[in-house]
């Protein structure tokens, strides 16, 4: 069976998608330890799944849904919204400017 | 060269729910306090999970059910992840390879279909806006439109033109409204639109196609019509000067300035997105009977489509029609009017379409006597009950065998007395008048 | 004569009703008791500073109105991933140091209406990603059997507090063996309820479709009148299952298994595990057999490959999780993450990411389904399964560094059961080496009265719940 090597390439790709910052020893050591991970994950591959579907959801419920009405005792207040983060403003979450493109500035 | 236009449509519906998709949250979420309307579900804290909205549910249905789609029996939801400051949880609650509703159309008044991939339910975002504090650019969130349910509405590439998408998006704003799941004001962001347009280029040899481009930022009809109008000229020209073909890595996403009239290349990534879809483990998955199925698709009104068609059978111009299809005192008025007549001899019958251009007009009142009122507005001639009262008195005094063949049935008789009594006022009388004097005079 | 610390849920029941103690001297006890010992081992992170006023009220109940609720006045050590109204929770990770939490999670409102009290949080694996409790972020928690050894994970905290007995009941939730195995490890009593019995509101998540909050206990009684507490049907929690909670209590005291067939799962007994665990193991199938049940060997697909399905699934599904902690909105910047919680948010992206989703995520949930149809054909036959919770006792402080698989691979044993959403007791049947070893009887889905039947009757009639003394061992 043919071994899966995971790159320091991929590992700083995946780096990015999880919105993790990682320092170039943490790279390669990710990158050393997934291959390892990936080869006893691999091992499945000895099982025949052919023709059986996957489980999602292991306990077999199916249609849970709540009824469309406004439960208040939940709610929070905008004080308590608020209360755990470390910036905020009048009322908002204040984050660092995301956005590259100005023409989004419709103000 | 021969250009033909592709043109998709992505339209996103806001639900008028009461509560939001996945909380008890009110959805109601317009010109509230920021951050007010927020709990831990919809404010991605740790531990909250989701358990979606039956109603939201059922009204991502009966929109697929009056698109023509098929319900699917199997479906759930999915994680769409990706990180940004509007989404709570760092993904979007949303359905991807097992929607609610696939395979739909809708119908433009050429008899052309434009299809419909599949409609889907999702939960809405965050809304953010920049500004600057302290001298530092930044953006403020307000999770208050977190989780309001979305309906999702994907169309198959089929519009060929811009005024083909504006009479989509029509029609889509018009079933959605008729349904009553939403009001879709667009400048409420209540309906959101997406085009995504390239263009089939032939020249003698070879067909080639631009790369598409999503177009975001819509926010009205016309506004889309003009952004789709722009793109075409922008991609044919591209093309002719890059030669550039569409490919799976180049599709790009655009604003649309209103003002400018144009587009412009709003991220510039090169990459596809990688949402890492897979099926969100915190809500089971959904098996739809038939029962529901049927029972929304019998609390479905009529939609636009069939009762102007059934008002244009009635013989009302599709003018008219078009006007007062909503109305429904107006839907009322005609078809008990239209009862009525089929009862009522020739003379008595009332113009149907007469009437409906009086209601579309606003020129009859259709609250109490819809009779009464529609003669007095269409009254023609001299109306003085007392004079004519007069004249036709003497007709009847000098024909007693008429009114004996009328006292014996023979109803349509009283149009004798109708004529009779026109020639005496030498066509000044007002008919209808007449005919009610008639026969309550012949009814006496 | 008992010392407060070592009383049952019942016992200390019976101490309020005949006046031997209060309420307040319970708490205080175990006050003192965590002064004392708490620092050699690190098992509690926060405390409840409002529990003597708390204490003083339910006094006040029981004297007026007697024990009307089933945990009135009972001392709880809950493990940090549970959402307490003010009490700082962390899940043992410096991404929410200082988080206060902003709502509380279910299962704690119930013991709350239940009557019960909270002395602390406790610590866990950083995320519960471990089988160590040394993933945390605030120190290990160490073995109260031997501060040498780790106390097992997720729940170590929970489970080292059972041992080390400063509460009188404790906390723990499980993805793939987080309550037994750090119970096997600390010679408690753990109980994994099934899969959506109890409501996941509230906890911190990790493994979406795997996740099972549950008792540690010094006994099964205890873990079955906690249970009876914390399960049901939660309109919060849409995976919790609508069947009714049984009152576990009644299956309880019985003297023998008579009727009872068990299965003893040929594969658990591990080629490469001690010749001295194995044979407790096939000790405590012989004593259920003298107990009167029928204990048969069977073969079950080689548990190494639900280490692969386990890997996948969970780091999938903790990957996702995870991303809520941006700081945006509470907690701290990404890069406060641990090196454990760090490599399987990556594993997991990576396992989720175009072009691998079906290699790994599609692939691991197949398999997940031959997992479910084996035992659903085994239960067809047996009432319970049994083998051992863990390859061998708790390992030395230090095991699970550089090992990027420790807690997948340490978990072998119990990861096939909780893939499957099963139910399962994890329960002290001997020691090797003077550290503690634990047997798993585990029983189909919304099985836990039969679970507990056999366990409750095991444990009453061995002599292995045993608890150490701290003055010698730490």
Excluded at chain 3, 387 to 415: T, W, Y
């Amino acid at each position: 069976m043919h071994t899966v090597t995971v790159t320091p390439d991929e590992v700083k790709k995946i780096g990015k998608l999880a919105n993790l910052p990682l320092q170039e020893n943490e790279v390669a050591l990710f990158a050393g330890q997934f291959t390892q991970t990936i080869a006893v994950v691999n091992e499945l591959n000895e099982i025949d799944t052919s023709n059986i579907p996957a489980t999602y959801q292991v306990n077999g419920l199916t249609n849970v849904t709540r009824e469309d009405k406004v439960d208040m005792s939940r709610i929070l207040s905008q004080e308590v919204a608020l209360r755990e983060a470390k910036h905020t403003h009048n009322g908002f979450f204040v984050v660092n400017r995301t956005i590259d493109s100005d023409a989004e500035e419709l103000l | 060269m021969k250009t033909t236009p592709i043109i998709g449509l992505e339209v996103h519906v806001e639900l008028e729910t009461k509560s939001k998709m996945f909380c008890g949250c009110p959805a109601d979420h317009f010109g509230k306090e920021p951050n007010t309307q927020t709990c831990p579900v919809c404010l991605g804290l740790p531990g909250a999970l989701p358990v979606p909205n039956q109603k939201a549910i059922e009204s991502c249905m009966k929109i697929g059910l009056a698109l023509n789609c098929r319900i699917n029996e199997l479906s759930k939801f999915d994680r769409k992840q990706y990180f940004y400051p509007d989404l709570a949880k760092g993904y979007q609650i949303s359905q991807y390879d097992q929607p609610f509703c696939s395979d739909g159309f809708v119908l433009l008044d050429s008899g052309k279909r434009i299809g419909i991939e599949r409609v889907h339910m999702e939960e809405d975002t965050g809304k953010l806006q920049h500004t600057i504090l302290e001298g530092k650019k930044v953006t403020l969130v307000d999770y208050n439109r977190s989780g309001v349910p979305l309906v999702e509405i994907v169309s198959r590439p089929d519009m060929a033109s811009s005024a083909e998408a504006k009479e989509y998006l029509k029609k889509i704003h018009e079933i959605v409204k008729a349904i009553g799941v939403s009001s879709a004001d667009m400048e409420k962001g209540q309906m959101r639109l997406e085009p995504t347009i390239n263009v089939k280029i032939e020249d003698e040899d070879n067909t080639h196609f631009t790369p598409l481009a999503e177009v975001k930022n819509i926010n009205s009809f016309n506004f889309a019509q003009q952004a789709i109008d722009f793109e075409i000229v922008r991609q044919i020209e591209e093309f002719e000067k890059t030669g550039i073909e569409k490919s799976v890595t180049n599709k790009t996403t655009r604003g649309y300035d209103a003002v400018k009239k144009i587009t412009f290349l709003q991220r510039t990534k090169e990459e596809a997105k990688d949402y890492r879809y897979f099926p969100e483990p915190d809500i089971p998955p959904f098996i739809i009977e038939n029962e529901l199925v049927e029972k929304l698709r019998g609390e479905l009104p009529e939609l636009p489509e069939r009762v102007i068609a059934n008002l244009v059978d009635l013989d009302i111009e599709v003018k008219y029609a078009k006007i007062i299809y909503g109305n429904q005192e107006a839907l009322n008025a005609i078809f008990v009017i239209a009862r009525s007549n089929s009862d009522a001899a020739i003379s008595d019958k009332i113009d149907l379409n007469k009437l409906a251009s009086l209601i579309a007009n606003k020129k009859i009142d259709i609250t109490g006597d819809i009779k009464g009122e529609y003669l007095k507005a269409t009254q023609v001639g001299n109306t003085n009950t007392d004079e004519l009262k007069t004249v036709i008195e003497k007709i009847i005094a000098a024909n007693p065998d008429v009114v004996a063949e009328y006292k014996k049935g023979k109803t349509g008789v009283a149009g004798f007395f109708v004529g009779q009594a026109m020639k005496e006022t030498h066509g000044q009388a007002d008919p209808r008048t007449l005919n009610q004097i008639v026969t309550d005079l012949l009814n006496r | 004569m008992k010392q407060l610390h070592e009383l049952s849920i019942k016992e200390v029941h019976d101490g309020y009703l005949n006046h031997h103690f209060t309420c307040t001297d319970l708490v205080k006890h175990f006050l003192a008791r965590i002064e004392k010992y708490n620092p050699k081992i690190n098992v509690y992170l926060a405390m409840n500073d409002q529990i003597l006023a708390e204490a003083a009220a339910i006094d006040q109940e029981i004297a007026e109105r007697g024990i009307t609720r089933p945990l009135l006045g009972i001392p709880f050590a809950v493990k940090d991933n549970f959402l307490t109204s003010g009490i700082v929770t962390t899940a043992s990770s410096n991404i929410l140091r200082g988080y206060k939490p902003q709502y509380e999670s279910t299962v704690i409102t119930k013991i709350k209406a239940a009557g019960a009290l909270i002395l602390g949080k406790t610590n866990m694996d950083s995320f519960a990603h471990g089988s160590s409790t040394e993933t945390s972020d605030f120190g290990p928690t160490l073995n109260p059997w031997n501060t040498g050894h780790l106390p097992g994970g997720s729940s170590g905290g929970s489970a080292a507090a059972m041992a080390a007995q400063l509460a009188t009941v404790t906390l723990g939730s499980e993805t793939a063996g987080s309550i037994r195995q750090p119970a096997s490890w600390c010679g408690v009593t753990g109980f994994k309820p099934t899969y959506g019995r109890v409501s996941r509101y509230g906890i911190v998540a990790m493994g979406s479709s795997l996740d099972s909050p549950g008792p540690i206990a010094r006994c099964v009684e205890d873990c079955a009148l906690v249970t009876e507490v914390i399960a049901g049907q939660d309109g919060k929690d849409a995976t919790t299952s609508p069947s009714p909670v049984e009152k576990y209590s009644t299956n309880l005291g019985h003297t023998d298994l008579r009727g009872m067939r068990l299965a003893l799962v040929k594969e658990y007994l591990l080629p490469d595990m001690r010749e001295d665990v194995k044979n407790l193991i096939l000790n405590s199938a012989d004593k259920l057999r003298e107990l009167g049940a029928t204990v048969d060997e069977i073969s079950l697909m080689d548990p190494h490959y639900a280490i692969g399905v386990y890997t996948v699934i969970q780091r999938s599904e903790v990957s996702s999780n995870l991303a809520r902690y941006d700081g945006v909105r509470f907690g701290h910047d990404r890069d406060t993450f641990c090196e454990e919680t760090k490599r399987r948010i990556m594993l997991g992206t990576y396992t989720l990411s175009a072009g691998y989703y079906d290699a790994f995520y599609k692939k691991a949930q197949a398999v997940r389904t031959k997992i479910v149809d084996e035992f659903n054909e085994v239960f067809k036959t047996y009432d319970a399964v049994i083998g051992a919770v863990s390859p061998g006792p708790a390992l030395p402080v230090g095991a699970s560094k550089n090992q990027p698989m420790f807690g997948e691979m340490e978990d072998i044993l119990v990861e096939p059961s909780s893939i499957a959403g099963l139910t399962s007791v994890g329960l002290p049947c001997g020691f090797v080496e003077g550290l503690p070893i634990g047997l798993q009887i585990t029983s189909n889905q919304l099985k836990e009265g039969t679970a507990i039947k056999i366990a409750d009757c095991y444990q009453t009639h061995t002599d292995f719940q045993l608890f150490p003394d701290l003055d010698k061992t730490l």
